[in-house]
């Protein structure tokens, strides 16, 4: 059956339209309530004396590209209640249609607040204008916080994890529920008394899922002593890729004299090399006189003391990580050396037109590494040279080593089979490391004993003790289905958020766009 479309249609429920004007981009309603009486809002007293009328005006959503302003007469009654302090009372609509002295509707006022979600103060109020629904900024960041909704559900499974509100200088810490993948709260630093303090008011937490930061596992232990830790197994991946680079970074002394270059020819080194190289030269004073210290059984507080350099530096010395001769990151032309190479020896000489065939293939460096490349070459051909022999980095030789034989390149495969001949003690960390992260995979909790007697003599001895100081929070991550990695994807979308207002939010926003958003 066919229905007339009425102008009533147009007010929210409980209102009646009596009048409609247009005037330029504006649409006015005059609106009355349908409803014959009205509830004092102290006794609840139902009333249907009139005492007067006043004139209300509020915005609704727009119609037809154009603002809808409500002209709403609202009616004050009298309150016939004895005992009632208040005798004249205004007539209410309900916070759904229009709530006590607002400027906008329930409905706008829903709208308003997902925009100042979605989009922040700014770009919202932007939006909100293109949308014929004029509100600032301000007020929009107002709603947000005004309408925040904290979980009340019963927490047993959480993860835990600090995020940056500047990177280097200030922290907070989120804990997100890992059963309903929702953050619950911001807490405004990572200090290990906050997190200490908010976990003991949530007793029936069983299971908490953690980097392996010190500070969150003394809390938990501390607030939680009941509660399972689980380290996540996304860093204890990434840790033990990072323990083996630090064992070849320490093996690069080996390793240059395995290949055969350490010793330097400057005439064919570029200006920016030559400036490496010297400044490696003066390095190895340093290193020699640390060492020489510490071969005489110094310790290193004395060592700081007599040489003057701070204590990071020394125990990096006597750690062998700082004998790179040259930088350390790897470069960008290392894969495509083979073919740089080849190109080379067909007589193409020119670096410009190399580096634009290199573009075509998918290269993303810039022309001036190409050039520094061909320069070098030329160099080494004047001075009756085939190459100069460079050691690659620690971070290319790890990568290399970690690659399967038929993935490499000829000279690499070489390059690896000398490493591996000359340096067994390399070749033991990366069989530790790869026996430690296959355990993860395949939760194989039974051989960690085994695997940590192994690995605390070897070149990964550091990271088998961190491992043995966090045993049980390793053995949970290996075990247990929970992980941390909700938390990192709520980190991710809280740095968004931070983003998006360009870093200056304060917590209690980020908090209501995070958490209450949900």
């Known amino acids: 059956m066919e229905q007339r479309f009425g102008s009533t249609r147009l007010a929210p429920a409980g209102l009646l339209v009596e009048h409609a004007e247009i005037k330029a981009d504006c649409v006015f309603l005059d609106v009355r309530a349908t409803a014959l009486s009205a509830t004092c809002p102290c006794c609840g007293t139902s009333s249907r004396r009139t005492q007067s009328r006043y004139m209300r005006q509020a915005a609704d959503l727009p119609i037809a590209g154009r603002r809808v302003v409500l002209r709403v007469t609202v009616r004050r009654f009298w309150c016939d209640a004895v005992l009632c302090r208040r005798r004249i009372f205004a007539e209410r609509f309900g916070a759904a249609v229009l709530a006590p002295l607002s400027r906008r509707t329930g409905r706008l006022e829903t709208i308003v607040h997902h925009l100042g979600l979605a989009l922040g103060g700014r770009p919202a109020a932007a939006f909100a204008d293109r949308l014929m629904m004029p509100v600032s900024n301000d007020t929009l960041l107002r709603v947000v916080r005004r309408r925040t909704e904290q979980p009340r559900d019963k927490l047993a499974i959480i993860g835990i994890d600090d995020f940056a509100f500047r990177r280097g200088q200030r922290y907070g810490t989120i804990v997100c529920d890992l059963e309903r993948r929702r953050p619950v709260t911001l807490l405004p630093d990572r200090e290990q008394a906050t997190s200490q303090a908010w976990l003991a008011n949530h007793p029936s937490i069983v299971t908490v899922a953690r980097d392996r930061g010190g500070g969150y596992g003394e809390a938990i232990a501390k607030a939680l002593p009941h509660a399972d830790q689980v380290a996540d197994r996304w860093h204890l991946m990434e840790n033990a890729s990072r323990a083996f680079l630090d064992a070849v970074s320490k093996s690069m002394r080996h390793i240059r004299k395995t290949v055969g270059s350490t010793i330097i020819d400057p005439r064919l080194l570029t200006y920016a090399e030559r400036l490496q ?66 190109r080379w020896d067909q007589g193409a000489r020119n670096a410009s037109a190399l580096w634009r065939e290199m573009r075509k293939k998918g290269f993303r460096g810039q022309i001036g590494v190409v050039s520094e490349w061909a320069r070098r070459r030329r160099l080494a051909e004047r001075a009756d040279q085939s190459a100069l022999a460079r050691t690659p980095s620690a971070r290319s030789i790890a990568r290399l080593m970690t690659l399967a034989r038929d993935d490499l390149s000829k000279s690499d495969a070489v390059l690896i089979a000398a490493i591996e ?98």
């Open 421 to 518: 001949s000359n340096v067994p003690d390399l070749v033991t960390a990366r069989t530790l490391i790869d026996d430690f992260q296959r355990m993860i995979r395949s939760k194989a909790v039974a051989k960690l004993d085994a695997w940590l007697e192994g690995a605390k003599a070897s070149l990964v001895g550091s990271f088998a003790n961190g491992v043995e100081k966090d045993i049980a929070a390793v053995r949970n991550a290996i075990i247990s289905p929970w992980s941390n990695g909700q938390t990192e994807g709520q980190i991710t979308k809280l740095k968004l958020i931070k983003r998006q207002m360009y870093g200056r939010a304060k917590i209690d926003l980020l908090q209501a766009r995070l958490v209450g958003a949900t």
């Open 277 to 342: 190289y010297e400044g490696y030269l003066r390095r190895q004073e340093t290193n020699e006189a640390i060492l020489e210290l510490s071969k005489q059984g110094v310790a290193i507080k004395q060592i700081v003391k007599r040489t003057g350099h701070s204590r990071k530096l020394v125990r990096c010395v006597l750690r062998g990580q700082r004998s790179d001769m040259f930088r350390v990151r790897q470069s960008s032309l290392e894969e495509w050396l083979p073919w740089l190479d080849g």
